[in-house]
C-alpha cells in the first residue's frame, strides 16, 4: 500500500494475514460466536490505519470490511463444503 490508498494487492495480503494470525476468531466467526466478526474487522481497520499513517476514511472502512467479509465467505465455503 501506498500513502494514501488502499491497493488491492496490499489488502488482501494484509487481510490474508489477520486470518492466519486469528485463526481461533475465523472458526468463531463461522460458529457465530459473539464478538469474533468485531475482532478480526477492527484488526483489519487497525493494520490498515498502521500501514498507511493515517485515519482511513469511511470509504476504505467499509472496503476493508467488504473485502475482509468475502475472504472470511470463501473460507467458510471450502471449509463447509
Known sequence: MDETSLEPAALDEMLGGIIR????????WMREEPGCWGHLAGKG???????LGRP???GERRLVWHRLWWWLEQIKGQTLS
Open 56 to 58: 482511513l476514511t469511511d
Open 21 to 28: 494470525d486469528n485463526q481461533e476468531k475465523v472458526v468463531g
Open 45 to 51: 481497520v487497525a493494520a490498515c490505519r498502521q500501514e
